[in-house]
């Protein structure tokens, strides 16, 4: 009776410290997610336990603004020293990095970093305005809502500002890939961004932007788009008339009048 009475405590101990380091590996891997220092909230989640998973779940987001206030940093390899992201010559030892290596670095951070990262990467990629940074902007559209490691609302964040970068970099060259990503037959915000990024590369997006009317997910945003390129997208439309399904046809004829009434 006296042993059992005796090892209370000792159970006691042992499922207390347990619940700490729980307590403390959830709390930073939630503050991580929401753009929050992990150490710090590791440390709340171990000494106040419950309270501090409390607190960790009860943070906002940190706007993109904020995630967004600081440079993307990388290590240099000869130095190990951090400096900008878009840098291509370490300020402290003077190494050189090629583009491709400064882009793939990025394009690492942004398909596997947290939220800050990814946005964080996404500014840099947009800072440097080069166009070979596109596939990675693109790629990070087409997987965030389906990215386990985001939540719905984070991965809002990132569709956006890649939708944002994307415009900014204007390549024609991208619009097979974003056509994909309309075929692929999946619903959700990445269908939606791609669209407008569509409409914002002009005349040679309309066949792409023709072909999203098939989806009514996107078919409001597609007709709005055709509509705003006026009479270079006539050609285009006139040709479907002869040669697309019915329903595609009837949205069709309303975006032609449209345009002709102007």
Not at 167 to 176: E, F, S, W
Request: hydrophobic letters at 45%.
């Amino acid at each position: 009776m006296f042993d059992t009475v005796d090892s209370l405590p000792v159970v006691f101990w042992v499922a207390l410290v347990l619940q700490a380091i729980v307590c403390a590996i959830l709390s930073g891997d939630l503050a991580d997610k929401k753009g929050y220092s992990s150490g710090s909230w590791y440390a709340a989640g171990l000494f106040f336990g419950v309270l501090g998973l409390i607190a960790a779940a009860g943070l906002p987001t940190k706007s993109a603004l904020h995630q967004t206030g600081s440079a993307m940093l990388k290590k240099c390899p000869d130095c190990a020293e951090d400096i900008r992201g878009e840098a291509f010559v370490c300020k402290y030892c003077g190494h050189k990095f090629t583009k491709e290596e400064a882009i793939a670095a990025l394009g690492w951070a942004l398909s596997k970093g947290g939220l800050g990262e990814r946005l964080q990467a996404i500014r840099t990629l947009t800072v440097m305005g080069d166009k070979s940074a596109a596939p990675h902007l693109i790629r990070a559209l087409a997987e965030a809502d389906s990215d386990p490691s985001l939540s719905l609302d984070e991965s809002q964040w990132v569709d956006n500002e890649a939708c944002n970068a994307l415009k900014k970099l204007g390549d024609a060259t991208m619009i097979p890939d974003l056509e994909s990503i309309l075929k692929r037959g999946e619903r959700g915000m990445r269908w939606q961004k791609s669209v407008e990024v569509l409409a914002g590369l002009g005349e040679p997006a309309i066949p792409a932007l023709i072909g999203a009317l098939k989806h009514e997910a996107v078919r409001t945003s597609a007709a709005s788009a055709l509509e705003g390129m006026g009479d270079p997208a006539i050609p285009h439309l006139k040709k479907v008339l002869e040669e697309g399904d019915r329903a595609v046809r009837r949205i069709v004829e309303r975006i032609l009048k449209a345009i002709e009434n102007r």
